[in-house]
């Protein structure tokens, strides 16, 4: 918690230390008192990514909360892991997807565990065509649509899908 304004030496120490960090861990990223966001929010505002050169970033909960801390999400992201939580609204994690999207842009490694329902993903994974690696680890309705889309991926190496149910030919849902 910080209990005064940030000095530009606060500052400049913190940007050398985000400079170094490749690799993050979110954990009960709720437990972060609101000074230490609103301080990060005044320096860096919230265009700036936290963490200029994170190349992995897991554990990352799309709930409620989650569009107060976007600013974790970085361009440089190559290996993403995101865990959609049960009561999360629909519109929300849309909300969390586009305001991520330049960070999602640049992800190769993508590991999704969507606990909100079995209809698709809350992220629509199926349109990030430079994934080489996918991971779904929770049961899905496998639409056309989707099936469509991994099949056009040049790069996908490792698919790796729960499926709940796949469509019939002539279009229905098995």
């Given at each position: 918690m910080f209990t005064d304004e940030l000095t530009d030496v606060d500052k400049a120490r913190y940007d050398v230390y985000a400079s170094r960090?490749?690799?993050?861990r979110v954990g009960?990223?709720?437990?972060?008192?609101a000074t230490?966001?609103?301080a990060f929010l005044t320096h860096w505002g919230p265009q700036?990514?936290?963490l200029p050169n994170l190349e992995r970033m897991a554990g990352f909960k799309i709930n409620s909360n989650s569009l107060c801390y976007i600013m974790l999400f970085s361009p440089t992201v190559r290996q993403l892991e995101l865990q959609v939580e049960s009561q999360?609204?629909?519109?929300?994690?849309?909300?969390?997807v586009n305001?991520?999207?330049p960070?999602?842009?640049s992800v190769v490694r993508l590991s999704i565990s969507d606990n909100s329902s079995v209809t698709p993903s809350a992220i629509p994974?199926?349109?990030l065509k430079q994934l080489q690696h996918l991971h779904i680890a929770s049961p899905m309705h496998l639409t056309d649509t989707i099936i469509r889309s991994l099949a056009t991926f040049a790069h996908l190496a490792h698919l790796e899908l729960q499926i709940h149910s796949i469509p019939e030919p002539g279009g229905t849902e098995a």
């Open positions: 960090v490749r690799e993050l009960k990223i709720e437990d972060v008192h230490v966001w609103f700036r990514p936290l999360v609204e629909p519109g929300l994690a849309r909300m969390v305001a991520a999207k960070a999602l842009a994974f199926w349109e």
